[in-house]
């Protein structure tokens, strides 16, 4: 069948209609495009289809960003050209604010045009003893490569010899940003091979402590969650400590290594924060700045309930953060900062606060990760009327 796609959609699907009007979801395919496509699963309210052939191209549709065309399997918005990219992340995130969490209000857009490729200093790739790569969309399948074009030179360079050891399985790389220090996890059975290469490597059960460098003031810990670009992650800082203020006391909720609060320690506030991951609290409360503790969506919610901190940060998984909803739609904190990296469930989120009397007083969309869908969004909250209150 032929399509014109006219949207993309959250997720990054090149959205068409079908004669009776139904939605259709196209991988690969962007707004403005007329594309041959194969129907391979529908249901009750939408269709998707395996793009075939780009019949008349979208006048946003670039060169790839990639060496090999074959590389494009691996990269959904490699060839979606700027500035159009990003408006349709802002407009997803607008959208999503107003279709599920019923809010209205301006979106900022906050990007670095210098920063488009060759940002990420974390990486996950996968190999078969033969190749190492990327898995293209929706499959397991790798797809080779000589490099990775939205990661910096650091993490290329590491790739590469990675490649020449054949590992299987996935290997994690993460680059320091401003050193030449590369971090492995890989699986136990490359551990010594790997290691002999890069000292600075981890795996699973390895009877070792976790190797970690320091970035702006943070542990990065190997194997744990850090932002895929920690340049990047400096305007994710900025932004978060504009809406926090300069609180006394702070609550920082999924904090992992305490990227978000450790600046605010170091300033005097009284921060406590918890996570699932054992590894990357006990980094951050080794520094001695503010007590930082394992815990689940269980005792989060027990420690926001018991209230007693002026902000409240939480920085949720992709889910978000259901669980802890109904405690913090009532918690006694002056600000609550959310940051998610899918404006979905963060709307689904705000919808509960805003039924406990929370305002979202300003949002902002960041562009953190460049020729992908995905989008990192960070909102102030306050009580309702407490901004009348300061005027």
């Known amino acids: 069948m ?34 041959k496509a194969r129907i391979y699963k529908s249901s009750a309210t939408a269709t998707w289809a395996r ?35 990003g408006l349709w992340k802002h407009r997803i995130v607008t959208e999503c604010l ?17 920063q488009r490729l060759g940002y990420r ?46 590992v299987r399985g996935s290997v994690m ?13 890989c699986g136990p059975s490359e ?25 702006d003031g943070v542990p990065v810990v190997n194997g744990t969650f850090c932002q895929s670009s920690l340049t990047l992650n400096r305007i994710l800082l900025r932004v978060v400590s504009e809406m926090a203020g300069e ?23 009284r921060v406590e924060g918890y996570d699932h991951t054992p590894e990357a609290v006990n980094a951050a409360d080794a520094l001695g700045l503010g007590s930082y503790q394992r ?21 949720p998984p992709r889910s978000g953060a259901a669980a802890l909803m109904p405690v913090l739609a009532k918690s006694d904190a002056e600000r609550i900062v959310y940051v998610s990296c899918d404006p979905a469930t963060l709307a689904r989120d705000l919808k509960t606060l805003a039924a406990g009397g929370w305002r979202t007083e300003r949002v902002a969309a960041l562009d953190l990760f460049p020729h992908t869908p995905h989008v990192e969004t960070v909102c102030l909250l306050r009580r309702s009327g407490a901004w009348e209150k300061e005027a």
């Open 2 to 35: 032929h399509l014109w796609i006219h949207a993309v959609a959250h997720g990054g699907d090149g959205l068409g209609r079908l004669e009776d009007g139904q939605i259709c979801f196209v991988p690969f395919a962007l707004p403005g495009d007329r594309v």
């Open 51 to 85: 793009l075939l052939e780009v019949v008349t191209p979208s006048p946003h549709r670039t060169e790839f960003i990639g060496d090999s065309p074959a590389m494009a399997e691996a990269y959904v918005w490699g060839c979606f050209g700027y500035p159009e990219q």
């Open 98 to 114: 107003r279709r599920i969490g019923k809010i209205e209000t301006e979106v900022e857009w906050i990007e670095d045009p210098e």
């Open 121 to 166: 200093t974390r990486a996950e790739f996968h190999g078969d003893g033969t190749s190492l790569g990327l898995y293209a969309e929706q499959s397991n399948r790798i797809v080779p490569m000589t490099r990775c074009p939205l990661c910096n030179d650091t993490v290329n360079n590491a790739f590469r010899a990675l490649a020449e050891l054949r």
């Open 173 to 185: 790389i993460t680059a320091h940003p401003d050193t030449d220090d590369v971090m492995v996890w």
């Open 191 to 215: 551990l010594q091979q790997v290691r002999g290469v890069f000292p600075l490597t981890n795996a699973l059960g390895d009877g070792r402590a976790r190797v970690k460098f320091e970035v």
């Open 247 to 269: 609180p006394a006391s702070l609550l920082d909720l999924y904090c992992g290594n305490g990227n978000l609060s450790l600046w605010m320690a170091r300033k005097g506030a």
């Open 295 to 315: 815990g689940s969506e269980t005792v989060m919610a027990e420690v926001a309930d018991r209230g007693g901190f002026e902000t409240v940060i939480l920085d």
